[in-house]
Nanobody
Framework: QVQLVESGGGLVQPGGSLRLSCAAS????????MTWFRQTPGRLRELVAA????????NYMDSVRGRFTISRDNDKNTVDLEINSLKPEDTAVYYC?????????WGQGTQVTVSS
């Protein structure tokens, strides 16, 4: 079965950095585009970053472009999100996700809190 396990969240001061990681299993990782979403209470989950199967193309939501970097390691079946210059509005639960045929799968999420 598809499993996505995120790690790396935590409490960080404004301007700080974190590296989130997602370990994937249960599907052929190098044939799937991977995405990171985030969600805050009372708001819809929003797409933060995406990366194609080979990692050759990445895309970001406007508010994080230039500060966040998505990458993947197809040998280790992991997809990472490097987040820099953190702002309080980046506070959210961050989810790794994959769409396989018509089913979207989610990890359990990892909390990122940006506060002084």
């Amino acid at each position: 079965q598809v499993q996505l396990v995120e790690s790396g969240g935590g409490l960080v001061q404004p301007g700080g950095s974190l590296r989130l990681s997602c370990a994937a299993s249960g599907f052929t990782f190098n044939t799937a585009a991977m995405t990171w979403f985030r969600q805050t209470p009372g708001r819809l989950r929003e797409l933060v970053a995406a990366i194609t199967e080979t990692g050759g193309i990445t895309n970001y939501m406007d508010s994080v472009r230039g500060r966040f970097t998505i990458s993947r390691d197809n040998d280790k079946n992991t997809v990472d999100l490097e987040i820099n210059s953190l702002k309080p509005e980046d506070t959210a639960v961050y989810y790794c996700s994959v769409l396989i045929r018509s089913d979207r799968y989610w990890g359990q999420g990892t909390q990122v809190t940006v506060s002084s």
